[in-house]
């Protein structure tokens, strides 16, 4: 395919900020790609005021566990170990459906890629664990990329847990953990914060220019599918490249 347009839309002035940058990440990526950044018109908070109750939008309070891959958030309160301040998530293909109103029909060719980039903790229910996990990206049209699932989606390192969970034994506060992890994740004020999610908006695009595949095994690869944050923030800050094959597949459609 051709890709000769990618729509990049802001939900908040949080989002708007990070998008200038990122935008400037992928202009010099894609350089003959026509970028741009629009204010998304859809308020995704008014989908959380009780009007839309088909059993699709949740009022949860939110706890995140290990299990040695993506962070995942229970339903239950019987696995607050990990406990976070209470908040409101979403199911990301409900909200990927609504949003995909917002595309104008004269904009929906396949070289058309339309990215939202959101606020707002989008989560998918996964059948296996009955658990929900948060996702960082719901890749289609549009796709869909949460920064609070950057930041709560990939795992946080063991031991980070492990003394959160035992801070009252080791005479610690969260704060002290916190301290003594720092670098290690992605924060919300964190700089990092761009490339990250640069990283997240390039799997958005090869989703279309690899049929339908946004992820690649090489390690490191900025298409790497990080269940990680150490992961995450190696292949997207530390050693941003594509692998060979995505190079390749960049110059034969991307540009
Ligand atoms: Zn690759």
Request: with cysteine.
């Given at each position: 395919?051709?890709?000769s ?12 900020f990070?998008l ?7 202009h ?21 005021d009780g009007?839309?109750?088909?059993g699709a ?9 290990t ?18 301040p ?8 409900y909200?990927?459906?609504i949003?995909s109103?917002?595309?104008d029909?004269k ?8 990215i939202?980039f ?9 059948e296996?664990?009955?658990?929900y996990?948060?996702?960082p ?21 063991k ?18 953990i ?7 994740f992605?924060?919300y004020?964190?700089?990092r ?5 640069t990283?997240?908006a390039i799997?958005?695009?090869f ?12 390690y ?5 599918n ?21 190079l390749r597949?960049?110059?034969q459609?991307?540009?």
């Amino acid at each position: 395919m051709n890709l000769s347009y990618v729509h990049l839309y802001s939900s908040s002035l949080m989002t708007s900020f990070l998008l200038k940058e990122v935008s400037a990440n992928l202009h010099e990526l894609l350089p003959l790609v026509d970028l741009d950044i629009r204010p998304l018109t859809f308020d995704s908070k008014n989908l959380l005021d009780g009007t839309h109750k088909d059993g699709a939008i949740n009022h949860a309070s939110c706890t995140i566990g290990t299990d040695g891959g993506n962070s995942n958030l229970g339903e239950s309160k019987d696995s607050s170990k990990y406990s976070c301040p209470k908040r409101a998530i979403i199911d990301g293909f409900y909200l990927q459906r609504i949003y995909s109103r917002i595309i104008d029909k004269k904009e929906s060719q396949l070289n058309h890629i339309h990215i939202v980039f959101d606020d707002i903790l989008v989560c998918t229910y996964d059948e296996n664990d009955k658990r929900y996990h948060a996702r960082p990206i719901i890749c289609g049209s549009p796709s869909v990329i949460s920064i609070p699932s950057i930041i709560e989606g990939p795992a946080k390192p063991k031991g980070y847990y492990f003394k959160q969970m035992m801070k009252d034994l080791l005479c610690i506060s969260s704060k002290e953990i916190e301290n003594e992890f720092a670098g290690t994740f992605v924060t919300y004020d964190d700089p990092r914060l761009v490339q990250v999610t640069t990283g997240y908006a390039i799997q958005a695009i090869f989703f279309f220019l690899n049929n339908g595949n946004p992820f690649c095994s090489q390690y490191p690869c900025r298409l790497f599918n990080s269940h990680w944050q150490e992961e995450l923030i190696y292949t997207q800050v530390i050693n941003p490249v594509l692998c060979k094959e995505h190079l390749r597949l960049l110059a034969q459609d991307g540009n």
